[in-house]
């Protein structure tokens, strides 16, 4: 019995061992406030995937924080037309050499001013290959370029010779070749000044921000929230209505949907696939769909069995069988709008194409394939990631194929999205893979440059087509932002003939939101334009 | 018993090495690029890739990232994550205590509820008890945990308003009860059938009628004699099912919002995160390893019968 009795003893310390971590433990957790100040927006958001830089930046959550902290040059308007920040002006001549000129007074949240200096400086740091950020080739256009981020080994220079302070708010910009949309991309949120304490400790600084935008950076608490407030004395046009935001970290949509409805989170910038069918009678008119410059497509790759040297025509067939109308209305609960084109209507130079290419005609569908010849072996594939929630629409797309046309279609998933990029990457799509694409910047060069030119890197259907390319060529070396905007247009209708991609349908931002917010607006992005929400 | 104990913590180690070596061995295999991935569907920059994999280690060949991987773990680095940049430390330290938290919640509830209910349909076999008993428990096994999870929600929260529908401070011991009776609920209903089972069948046993008759007040004989006996099942179950409350609840979790194990180890594994999965798999691994050693230990203190020497 002896040997009994120690056991128990020695149980029990375990016991009391496991017990003590669980206590211990639970200070790791954070700010025990779960509660918003007043005047605050709490709205769902996740957890940033990269430190908190503009330059590293390139997903939904980390890039709500910090449009909310940083404001640069340019910003857009609701049609997609470029407004001055940061900038009193933005100047060019020859579309090579561009003129800055800073608004004055503007200052950092820590004090010190905005200068020129503050935008050559960041921008040299963000575009260095040292400091691997992941947003540095959006700097690729400006002359130097290439000797602090050159494809192979240590950079050659610390300074891109194309940036040059002139005074204290006035620098210039040289890029390598013109380019006629430049100021457009200057919108991008790795566009941004940086201060000069940044470049004491920027591995500190990702944790703690400091900006010059509509709000100053409170408190990152990590996997809960990221708080920021309102900054009073702000000088730009996007002034914050409300005292502050906080970015509240959900794993989920569905559980953020609940906290809504009962009142603890004020707003939910997307819906679950279980909550669609309800929001409105949940929320009633607090339920938005907005619009945005997003568009989804199924694009066929020209390596593949089915697409190998095929006729226009067949693809043309391919998508006058797909009932855009219906699947949009009911297995996507109207949540997206059927394409109209291979831009979004929010994106400078959309145009209304004169084509029934987009509409559902089942008697054409399949008239239009034969005559291009059909589809080898009469099947196709469409690859997707079925951690999406993708598997329904591409369903009905197949079913609305097979039924008008007689070509077998069937779905090809992907467990994830890693493992759907790495077919495409690798050329192993087997007829059709899911597009999707998002604007950086809201103007059409944006859909069609990067995703149909001949070896553009996200081209991954592999398309390649000399007119088409030729157009690309041409608009790229116009002599003003219009007339690139001209030639990208007729691109566009080019792009209806050769057929690259089917156009699907474009997205709209789903909101709800409690009843004690107002003026919930969408940006070009699908990201909701945080300083406008007032609280009642 | 000393001895035995050294022994078993011994046989720990090969399956440690040998468990993280597999993960490890699986976080390679898997299709996907967690470097490349950080440009999203955007442009990689292939300059770029190289010299964060460089920096990483992530460019050497399996064997010696995973020599790396162990050397450092030996000396407390866990690794850094590839895209936040954060120790993965530092994110373990930070989901592990919650999900502790909740799963010694939901195992305490498991235990009280699932024991006393087992007892006493037990000894009420066949009895009216016994049978609403085995319904509820049937009932518990066959709802999936998330039918369960929005049940509780809509009910509770919204129907009668006691709970805001997830947890807004995974401190607070109220907000950790729905989602931990949820997580709870299968294991519970498991461990009411064998108790059930056990108690019925030592009810019959020979040296319960021998108690009975030595004229030993019946809480004595139910709670002493039968009770113990009936354990030993209850107790290996239990045992393993620690390990599977801890790593099983991203459902749970995801329902709630509790950020614990199951959702980060699921984040990370989305990203391709290998050091974070094989941490926090490793870890697992630990408490399912000392969970096993304790439940051997505990037969001995149950059954006195049962020696290590």
Same mark, same amino acid.
């Given at each position: 019995?002896?040997?009994?009795?120690?056991?128990?003893?020695?149980?029990?310390?375990?016991?009391?061992?496991?017990?003590?971590?669980?206590?211990?433990?639970?200070?790791?957790?954070?700010?025990?406030?779960?509660?918003?100040?007043?005047?605050?927006?709490?709205?769902?958001?996740?957890?940033?995937?990269?430190?908190?830089?503009?330059?590293?930046?390139?997903?939904?959550?980390?890039?709500?924080?910090?449009?909310?902290?940083?404001?640069?040059?340019?910003?857009?308007?609701?049609?997609?037309?470029?407004?001055?920040?940061?900038?009193?002006?933005?100047?060019?001549?020859?579309?090579?050499?561009?003129?800055?000129?800073?608004?004055?007074?503007?200052?950092?949240?820590?004090?010190?001013?905005?200068?020129?200096?503050?935008?050559?400086?960041?921008?040299?740091?963000?575009?260095?290959?040292?400091?691997?950020?992941?947003?540095?080739?959006?700097?690729?256009?400006?002359?130097?370029?290439?000797?602090?981020?050159?494809?192979?080994?240590?950079?050659?220079?610390?300074?891109?010779?194309?940036?040059?302070?002139?005074?204290?708010?006035?620098?210039?910009?040289?890029?390598?070749?013109?380019?006629?949309?430049?100021?457009?991309?200057?919108?991008?949120?790795?566009?941004?000044?940086?201060?000069?304490?940044?470049?004491?400790?920027?591995?500190?600084?990702?944790?703690?921000?400091?900006?010059?935008?509509?709000?100053?950076?409170?408190?990152?608490?990590?996997?809960?929230?990221?708080?920021?407030?309102?900054?009073?004395?702000?000088?730009?046009?996007?002034?914050?209505?409300?005292?502050?935001?906080?970015?509240?970290?959900?794993?989920?949509?569905?559980?953020?949907?609940?906290?809504?409805?009962?009142?603890?989170?004020?707003?939910?910038?997307?819906?679950?696939?279980?909550?669609?069918?309800?929001?409105?009678?949940?929320?009633?008119?607090?339920?938005?769909?907005?619009?945005?410059?997003?568009?989804?497509?199924?694009?066929?790759?020209?390596?593949?069995?089915?697409?190998?040297?095929?006729?226009?025509?067949?693809?043309?067939?391919?998508?006058?069988?797909?009932?855009?109308?219906?699947?949009?209305?009911?297995?996507?609960?109207?949540?997206?709008?059927?394409?109209? #084109?291979?831009?979004?209507?929010? @994106? =400078?130079? &959309? /145009? !209304?194409?004169?084509?029934?290419? +987009?509409?559902?005609? *089942?008697?054409?569908?399949?008239?239009?394939?034969?005559?291009?010849?059909?589809?080898?072996?009469?099947?196709?594939?469409?690859?997707?990631?079925?951690?999406?929630?993708?598997?329904?629409?591409?369903?009905?797309?197949?079913?609305?194929?097979?039924?008008?046309?007689?070509?077998?279609?069937?779905?090809?998933?992907?467990?994830?999205?890693?493992?759907?990029?790495?077919?495409?990457?690798?050329?192993?799509?087997?007829?059709?893979?899911?597009?999707?694409?998002?604007?950086?910047?809201?103007?059409?060069?944006?859909?069609?440059?990067?995703?149909?030119?001949?070896?553009?890197?996200?081209?991954?259907?592999?398309?390649?087509?000399?007119?088409?390319?030729?157009?690309?060529?041409?608009?790229?070396?116009? #002599?003003?932002?219009?007339?690139? @905007? =001209?030639? &990208? /247009? !007729?691109?566009?209708?080019?792009? +209806?003939?050769?057929? *690259?991609?089917?156009?699907?349908?474009?997205?709209?931002?789903?909101?709800?939101?409690?009843?004690?917010?107002?003026?919930?607006?969408?940006?070009?992005?699908?990201?909701?334009?945080?300083?406008?929400?007032?609280?009642? | 018993?000393?001895?035995?104990?050294?022994?078993?913590?011994?046989?720990?180690?090969?399956?440690?090495?040998?468990?993280?070596?597999?993960?490890?061995?699986?976080?390679?295999?898997?299709?996907?690029?967690?470097?490349?991935?950080?440009?999203?569907?955007?442009?990689?920059?292939?300059?770029?890739?190289?010299?964060?994999?460089?920096?990483?280690?992530?460019?050497?060949?399996?064997?010696?990232?995973?020599?790396?991987?162990?050397?450092?773990?030996?000396?407390?680095?866990?690794?850094?994550?590839?895209?936040?940049?954060?120790?993965?430390?530092?994110?373990?330290?930070?989901?592990?205590?919650?999900?502790?938290?909740?799963?010694?919640?939901?195992?305490?509830?498991?235990?009280?509820?699932?024991?006393?209910?087992?007892?006493?349909?037990?000894?009420?076999?066949?009895?009216?008890?016994?049978?609403?008993?085995?319904?509820?428990?049937?009932?518990?096994?066959?709802?999936?945990?998330?039918?369960?999870?929005?049940?509780?929600?809509?009910?509770?929260?919204?129907?009668?308003?006691?709970?805001?529908?997830?947890?807004?401070?995974?401190?607070?011991?109220?907000?950790?009860?729905?989602?931990?009776?949820?997580?709870?609920?299968?294991?519970?209903?498991?461990?009411?059938?064998?108790?059930?089972?056990?108690?019925?069948?030592?009810?019959?046993?020979?040296?319960?009628?021998?108690?009975?008759?030595?004229?030993?007040?019946?809480?004595?004989?139910?709670?002493?004699?039968?009770?113990?006996?009936?354990?030993?099942?209850?107790?290996?179950?239990?045992?393993?099912?620690?390990?599977?409350?801890?790593?099983?609840?991203?459902?749970?979790?995801?329902?709630?919002?509790?950020?614990?194990?199951?959702?980060?180890?699921?984040?990370?594994?989305?990203?391709?995160?290998?050091?974070?999965?094989?941490?926090?798999?490793?870890?697992?691994?630990?408490?399912?390893?000392?969970?096993?050693?304790?439940?051997?230990?505990?037969?001995?203190?149950?059954?006195?019968?049962?020696?290590?020497?």
């Amino acid at each position: 019995m002896r040997g009994a009795k120690t056991m128990k003893w020695s149980t029990l310390a375990a016991a009391v061992a496991l017990a003590a971590t669980a206590c211990g433990g639970s200070g790791g957790d954070g700010d025990s406030a779960s509660g918003k100040p007043a005047g605050y927006v709490s709205m769902f958001n996740g957890e940033p995937q990269h430190p908190l830089l503009p330059s590293n930046t390139n997903e939904k959550f980390g890039g709500y924080v910090i449009d909310a902290l940083f404001t640069g040059l340019v910003g857009y308007d609701a049609k997609g037309g470029l407004i001055d920040m940061n900038a009193a002006s933005v100047d060019t001549k020859d579309n090579k050499t561009w003129t800055v000129k800073l608004r004055k007074g503007w200052k950092f949240h820590d004090g010190t001013d905005v200068t020129a200096e503050s935008y050559v400086k960041a921008w040299n740091w963000m575009a260095n290959v040292k400091n691997k950020q992941a947003n540095s080739y959006w700097f690729d256009d400006i002359e130097g370029y290439k000797d602090v981020h050159p494809e192979k080994g240590e950079p050659k220079k610390d300074e891109m010779s194309g940036l040059k302070v002139v005074d204290d708010h006035t620098f210039t910009i040289e890029l390598s070749k013109p380019v006629p949309y430049f100021e457009y991309k200057l919108g991008y949120k790795t566009f941004t000044p940086l201060p000069e304490s940044f470049y004491k400790d920027p591995k500190g600084f990702g944790q703690k921000p400091v900006g010059n935008g509509p709000y100053r950076f409170q408190k990152w608490t990590h996997n809960k929230l990221i708080q920021v407030e309102a900054v009073s004395g702000y000088k730009g046009s996007n002034k914050a209505k409300n005292k502050g935001i906080q970015f509240k970290n959900y794993s989920n949509l569905e559980s953020a949907y609940q906290d809504a409805l009962s009142g603890n989170l004020d707003l939910v910038d997307g819906v679950g696939p279980k909550d669609l069918p309800k929001r409105k009678a949940d929320f009633g008119d607090r339920a938005l769909d907005v619009p945005y410059a997003g568009t989804q497509s199924i694009v066929p790759v020209f390596y593949s069995k089915p697409f190998k040297d095929v006729d226009p025509k067949v693809i043309q067939g391919l998508s006058m069988a797909i009932d855009r109308k219906t699947i949009t209305k009911t297995v996507l609960q109207g949540t997206r709008i059927p394409s109209k #084109g291979f831009t979004p209507p929010q @994106v =400078k130079g &959309y /145009q !209304k194409l004169d084509t029934d290419v +987009l509409s559902y005609n *089942p008697k054409k569908a399949k008239q239009y394939i034969k005559e291009g010849g059909g589809i080898p072996g009469n099947k196709i594939w469409i690859q997707y990631n079925a951690d999406g929630g993708h598997k329904e629409w591409v369903t009905a797309v197949c079913n609305s194929i097979t039924k008008a046309t007689g070509v077998t279609c069937v779905g090809d998933s992907k467990p994830d999205f890693q493992t759907d990029l790495q077919a495409r990457q690798n050329n192993k799509v087997k007829g059709m893979y899911r597009g999707g694409w998002l604007a950086d910047y809201p103007l059409n060069v944006n859909f069609m440059q990067d995703l149909y030119k001949t070896g553009a890197s996200t081209n991954y259907g592999r398309f390649s087509d000399k007119k088409v390319d030729e157009l690309f060529e041409k608009g790229d070396h116009a #002599g003003s932002l219009d007339a690139s @905007v =001209k030639d &990208y /247009q !007729k691109a566009e209708k080019e792009l +209806l003939k050769k057929m *690259p991609a089917i156009p699907l349908w474009d997205y709209a931002a789903n909101i709800v939101h409690g009843e004690d917010i107002d003026g919930v607006k969408v940006g070009f992005d699908g990201n909701v334009l945080v300083t406008d929400i007032t609280v009642k | 018993m000393g001895r035995y104990v050294a022994r078993r913590l011994l046989q720990m180690i090969p399956v440690f090495i040998g468990s993280t070596l597999l993960i490890f061995c699986m976080m390679y295999a898997l299709p996907g690029d967690p470097v490349a991935a950080l440009y999203g569907e955007k442009k990689p920059d292939p300059a770029q890739i190289l010299a964060i994999k460089h920096q990483l280690g992530l460019d050497l060949p399996l064997w010696h990232q995973y020599w790396n991987y162990l050397t450092g773990l030996f000396q407390g680095d866990f690794g850094t994550q590839i895209a936040t940049q954060r120790p993965v430390a530092d994110v373990i330290a930070q989901a592990f205590p919650v999900t502790i938290r909740l799963t010694l919640f939901a195992f305490v509830f498991t235990v009280v509820v699932g024991v006393l209910l087992g007892l006493v349909s037990g000894l009420f076999a066949d009895k009216a008890f016994d049978r609403i008993v085995l319904v509820f428990t049937l009932l518990l096994i066959s709802v999936p945990s998330f039918v369960l999870g929005y049940l509780f929600q809509y009910l509770f929260a919204f129907q009668l308003d006691w709970l805001t529908p997830t947890v807004q401070d995974s401190r607070d011991p109220g907000q950790l009860l729905l989602p931990a009776i949820v997580l709870a609920a299968l294991s519970l209903a498991y461990v009411t059938r064998l108790t059930r089972t056990s108690v019925a069948e030592n009810l019959r046993a020979d040296y319960i009628r021998t108690a009975v008759a030595k004229g030993l007040p019946r809480r004595r004989v139910v709670g002493v004699h039968l009770l113990r006996n009936s354990l030993i099942p209850v107790v290996t179950f239990l045992g393993t099912d620690i390990g599977a409350l801890m790593a099983g609840a991203v459902v749970t979790e995801g329902i709630f919002n509790v950020h614990g194990v199951g959702n980060t180890i699921f984040e990370a594994l989305n990203r391709r995160e290998g050091s974070t999965v094989v941490g926090i798999a490793t870890l697992i691994v630990i408490v399912y390893l000392v969970a096993s050693l304790l439940v051997d230990l505990l037969y001995a203190v149950l059954d006195p019968r049962i020696r290590y020497d």
